[in-house]
């Protein structure tokens, strides 16, 4: 999975997508202007290779990349203070977000974030559903029917837990010396309460020094031996962005490559660093890599054409009210 330059796709942009190893494609904020020029974009990524996954960051709050002509979402800790309301708070943000990436024809956006809120990280914050495991695991799962119930299938990050390190995996290598017994007990709990009900798993760019001196996303310990075996999770595993700065402890692009497909990811991404997707590519043709096809499965084109026209059904009225109500719009 890789990105585009921007709002239009270049001959340049082209040229990649048509690379049978790119198998999705992720938008960023300078790629959406409003959602008629979403669409647009979405169709001419789609008359290239009319199978390929488009996904979005539309968490709410921070990590929104649609802004115009959309509704600006709360950031997810703010769906807790509904307080008796919060579970409905949280499908009806979900479903209004589904809906209007679906009417975008974006497929899947990467949420919902499961990381606690320990107060140490920083990059987690507010994008956390609260500090509670039981608390999360709840409201996570009224996050995800709003999003099944709209179309789109859910993908939880950043397993096992990304809350409790300190460090910017964007911009650093963070790292959880607790051990695996604490990680289980509490960070992990959401991901195993809800690995059967996610079809998407992106593991966290942070070691577990007492665990694997391997960040998760290239761990076939975490990957294969606890999210696999233990938990059962059947879905697809995404990377996180193999350029960010917690990915280069694997080495150079090709190793990261390597590293993460041989711990157990389905699809690999390579964000904001074309050069970087340049090198990946090919890379996965010299070693005849096999591209996996379980994330073609989350392609959704019924539910983009069910959602096309949203802002008129009494259900986007009524969820967009709810919110209202709770201050959250």
Known sequence: ?????????????????????????????RNCAHP?????????IRQV???????????GGRVQRLRQ??????????????????????????????????????????APVLDLERGRSQVIGDRSLGADPVVVTRLARAYIRGLNSAGMAATGKHFPGHGWAEADSHVAIPVDDRTLDVIKRCDMQPFAALASQ?????????????????PAGF??????????????????????????????VAGDVPQRIDAAASAGCDMLLVCNDRSGAEQALVHM????YIPSTRALALCSPAARAANSEYRGQPRWQRAAQLLKNHHLL
């Open 198 to 214: 996610l079809a998407g798993i992106m593991p966290a760019h942070v070691i577990y020094p007492a665990v694997d001196n391997r």
């Open 49 to 59: 290779r009319p199978d390929m996954l488009v996904a979005i960051d539309q968490e």
């Open 285 to 288: 043709q010299q070693q005849d």
């Open 219 to 248: 761990s076939s310990f975490w990957l294969q031996q606890i999210l696999r075996a233990e938990l059962k999770f059947a879905g697809v595993i995404f990377s996180d962005d193999l350029s960010m700065a917690g990915a280069h």
């Open 1 to 29: 999975m890789l990105d585009v330059e921007g709002p239009w796709l270049t001959h340049e942009d082209r040229q990649l997508l048509r690379q049978p190893e790119v198998g999705g494609l992720i938008l960023f904020a």
């Open 36 to 44: 008629a020029q979403v669409r647009e974009l979405v169709r001419s």
């Open 69 to 110: 002509g959309v509704l600006r979402l709360p950031a997810l800790a703010r769906i807790a203070t509904a307080g008796d309301k919060a579970e409905q708070v949280a499908e009806a943000a979900a479903w209004l977000m589904a809906t209007e990436m679906l009417a975008c024809g974006v497929d899947i956006s990467f």
